[in-house]
């Protein structure tokens, strides 16, 4: 018997004569050089009168070889699976220390897996109470916003319409006024022009602004503060104009007087006088809208302590300008919103 192996499925047949001139595995035909080495039987017959039946059996040997080979090939697929199959269930890893170290790793490390899910799980039940407090607190903050909100813009619609009405009273002597003192023989203007618009009760140092309003026109300030010694005080107050005017200011003073218009200084007087109308002139600019006055008076001796202050048209004659010791709501929203 000789093996044979097909050039083209590399498939091993075993056996002297090839089945069927091809290939049993791929049915590619053998080459020539393989054909021509077959063996083929004596198909002589040995008696004469039996040539039919000697001829009989090589006709029909040859299917039965082609259905052998096919049959050898799945025989051999099938043993080999089988074989693979068993060798690699019965591979037994070697159990090294490396092997044994790596494997008890993995276990601790899905222990630790497994805690840390349960905690989430546990911590997300505890905090859901939680949120949804915060939610509810957050909510009822973002209310109280919004109120307070609509009652500073009620506030402010509220003291825009009393400017108004106050608008209609204007003279020409400003009687209401913030009054800072008494206070030592010191210089604050610089850090009151520079701080934001002060306020009735806003504390500067020991003493506070106090909002004052006149039943004259003469600003009696000794009265106000209690006070006839010697010291400074600081009044402040806003004067509206409804367009850009030069005015005069018409001033006395008890003693020694300074002035500040929208942080111009247009008058600086240090006198040592009894105070009466009209006692000094000073030209200054108004703007549109609304005007800071600052007035330093300084009483240098023991006696009266007091303001006069007028608005003048450029020819001297009274002006109806309105002023407050009220800050402007414009001025104060403003502040406040920086």
């Known amino acids: 018997m ?21 290939c049993p595995g791929c049915a590619a035909p053998w080459p020539k050089e393989l054909r021509t080495a077959i063996t083929v039987p004596d198909e002589s017959p040995t008696d004469l009168g039996d040539s039919r039946t000697a001829a009989a059996p090589s006709h029909q040997q040859t299917p039965k070889r082609g259905f052998t080979g096919i049959a050898f090939l799945i025989g051999a697929v099938l043993g ?20 044994q170290q790596l494997a008890a790793s993995n276990t601790a490390a899905d222990e630790h897996l497994a805690k840390v899910e349960a905690r989430l799980k546990e911590v997300s039940e505890q905090l859901g109470p939680a949120v949804e407090e915060a939610k509810s607190a957050s909510a009822q903050l973002l209310k109280e916003q919004a109120d307070n909100e609509a009652l500073k813009s009620r506030v402010l619609e509220l003291e825009q319409a009393n400017f108004a009405m ?54 009696n300030l000794h009265a106000l503060l209690e006070s006839r010694g010697k010291g400074v005080c600081y009044c402040v107050c806003w004067a509206y ?55 330093r008076v300084d009483n240098l001796g023991e006696g009266d302590w007091a303001l006069f202050f007028e608005f003048r048209n450029r020819d001297a004659r009274p002006l109806k300008i309105f002023s407050t010791s ?13």
């Open 166 to 219: 106050r608008l209609a009273t204007a003279r020409s002597f400003a009687r209401e006024w913030l009054i800072l003192g008494p206070l030592p023989d010191e210089s604050l203007e610089a850090d009151i022009l520079a701080s934001p618009a002060p306020r009735d009760g806003i504390a500067v140092g020991e003493k506070q602004w106090k909002s004052f309003t006149s039943e004259e026109d003469r600003i």
């Open 80 to 99: 080999g699976a089988l074989m693979f199959a068993f060798a690699e269930s019965a591979v037994d890893i070697p159990q090294t220390e490396a092997y």
């Open 326 to 338: 009220l800050a402007p709501p414009e001025l104060v929203a403003k502040q406040q919103s920086n």
């Open 2 to 22: 000789r093996s044979t192996r097909c050039p083209q499925c590399d498939l091993l047949y075993m056996g002297d004569d090839l089945p069927d001139g091809q």
């Open 241 to 295: 104009s409804d367009i850009d005017r030069e005015v005069q200011l018409s001033v006395g003073s008890d003693d020694a007087l300074y002035i500040w218009v929208n942080g111009r200084q247009v008058l600086a007087n240090p006198t040592n006088r009894s105070a009466s109308p009209d006692q000094d002139k000073v030209d200054a600019l108004l703007n549109a809208g609304w005007n800071q006055i600052l007035c």
